[in-house]
């Protein structure tokens, strides 16, 4: 659903179909509450693959399944170890934000997307990846259109 497509363009850093779902969620607490929970749980998965990275003589963490273990191949290159744990910091002022303030969710969930999610072709340069350029596909329930890379990722 479009839970799933705005966490995978989050972490795909892809900024106009992440905000494109944002309506289906942000002013509706129901939803927006549990999000916050997966994109942390998310996050920890790729904190934890920043970490192996850096650290190559770490502890042995067991394997993802094979679906994250998918998500966190094509998000890792996209993500720095300080850039997660800004994202760490921000997910937990969002959470006290739209629990205990009177600011639009909308506003707030917006923030998030243009703060983390800018233009792909400057992340994967950061990261000396080949650049990839991105189109939207329409979802078969005709909601938020998802990424589909035109070429893969290369170190």
């Given at each position: 659903?479009a839970?799933?497509?705005?966490?995978?363009?989050?972490f795909?850093?892809?900024?106009?179909?992440?905000?494109?779902c944002?309506e289906?969620?942000?002013n509706?607490?129901?939803?927006?509450?549990?999000?916050?929970?997966?994109?942390?749980?998310?996050?920890?998965?790729?904190?934890?693959?920043?970490?192996?990275?850096?650290?190559?003589?770490?502890?042995?963490?067991?394997?993802?399944n094979?679906?994250?273990?998918?998500k966190?191949?094509?998000?890792l290159?996209?993500?720095?170890l300080?850039?997660?744990?800004s994202?760490?910091?921000?997910?937990?002022d969002?959470?006290?934000?739209?629990?205990?303030t009177a600011?639009?969710?909308l506003?707030?969930w917006t923030?998030?997307?243009?703060?983390?999610?800018?233009?792909?072709?400057?992340e994967?340069?950061?990261?000396?990846?080949?650049?990839?350029?991105?189109?939207?596909?329409?979802s078969?329930?005709g909601?938020?259109?998802?990424?589909?890379?035109k070429?893969?990722?290369?170190?």
């Amino acid at each position: 659903g479009a839970t799933d497509r705005f966490i995978d363009a989050f972490f795909s850093r892809n900024q106009k179909p992440a905000l494109e779902c944002l309506e289906h969620f942000a002013n509706e607490p129901e939803e927006a509450i549990p999000l916050l929970g997966l994109l942390g749980w998310n996050l920890r998965h790729l904190a934890l693959g920043l970490a192996d990275a850096q650290n190559h003589s770490g502890p042995a963490r067991p394997k993802p399944n094979p679906y994250l273990a998918e998500k966190l191949r094509r998000w890792l290159p996209l993500w720095t170890l300080d850039s997660a744990e800004s994202l760490q910091e921000t997910l937990a002022d969002l959470d006290f934000s739209s629990k205990q303030t009177a600011q639009l969710s909308l506003g707030l969930w917006t923030d998030l997307v243009i703060r983390f999610c800018h233009t792909i072709s400057i992340e994967l340069q950061k990261n000396q990846i080949k650049s990839t350029t991105y189109k939207t596909q329409k979802s078969d329930s005709g909601s938020c259109p998802r990424p589909t890379p035109k070429t893969k990722f290369l170190k």
